[in-house]
């Protein structure tokens, strides 16, 4: 069989209505993906380190694209102040970067809009943090061409919003 040669990584959230491929209107073959819950870039991830290290070295990717979703249960998880097991560590990463922006977030009061903030402020602290691993470092010192997107889908009407976030450098 034909090797894969993508020029994107997709780094996405594991709910199954946001389907890379589809929403960027490619084939198979044409987008690595890395998924997990709340689409989150954590330094300590050895997987989603591991993929980021694949698609740059080997793969020679030349756009990572972060995208979350409106409406991420991980996201709204983050904030209702529950007990949920296991994923609780997960979920402190997203409470970090409710801490990072606290007053912005704490002047919205309607429910919804505070999650959807959360939702596109945490895909910009991922970006921020693939901008920071040793593998983008590297790959940039050494002039390879990859830029960072940032983007978040609307599940209800379709749109996959560009946060105007890209980066392709340190």
Not at 35 to 46: C, M, S
Not at 105 to 118: A, G, P, S, V, Y
Not at 149 to 156: A, D, I, M, R, S
């Given at each position: 069989?034909?090797?894969?040669?993508?020029?994107?990584?997709?780094?996405?959230?594991?709910?199954s209505r946001v389907p890379?491929?589809?929403?960027?209107?490619?084939?198979?073959?044409?987008?690595?993906?890395?998924?997990?819950?709340?689409?989150?870039?954590?330094?300590?991830?050895?997987?989603?380190?591991?993929?980021?290290?694949?698609a740059v070295d080997v793969?020679?990717?030349?756009?990572?694209?972060?995208?979350?979703?409106?409406?991420?249960?991980?996201?709204?998880?983050?904030?209702?102040?529950?007990?949920?097991?296991?994923?609780?560590?997960?979920?402190?990463?997203?409470?970090?970067?409710?801490?990072?922006?606290?007053?912005?977030?704490?002047q919205i009061t309607d429910?919804?809009?505070?999650?959807?903030?959360?939702?596109?402020?945490?895909?910009?602290?991922?970006?921020?943090?693939?901008?920071?691993?040793?593998?983008?470092?590297?790959?940039?010192?050494?002039?390879?061409?990859?830029?960072?997107?940032?983007?978040?889908?609307?599940?209800?009407?379709?749109?996959?919003?560009?946060?105007?976030?890209?980066?392709?450098?340190?």
């Amino acid at each position: 069989s034909e090797q894969q040669s993508p020029k994107y990584l997709w780094i996405g959230c594991s709910d199954s209505r946001v389907p890379a491929n589809a929403l960027l209107g490619m084939d198979p073959g044409e987008v690595f993906v890395h998924r997990n819950i709340a689409n989150q870039v954590i330094h300590t991830d050895l997987n989603c380190l591991s993929v980021i290290q694949y698609a740059v070295d080997v793969l020679k990717v030349q756009h990572i694209i972060v995208c979350g979703h409106y409406g991420c249960g991980g996201v709204s998880a983050a904030l209702d102040n529950k007990s949920h097991g296991l994923i609780d560590n997960w979920l402190r990463h997203i409470e970090d970067v409710y801490r990072f922006h606290q007053e912005e977030m704490d002047q919205i009061t309607d429910e919804k809009e505070r999650i959807n903030l959360l939702c596109e402020l945490n895909v910009i602290e991922q970006v921020a943090n693939i901008s920071k691993t040793n593998t983008l470092v590297n790959a940039w010192k050494s002039n390879q061409d990859i830029t960072i997107h940032g983007l978040v889908y609307n599940l209800h009407d379709g749109i996959l919003k560009d946060l105007n976030v890209s980066t392709n450098s340190k």
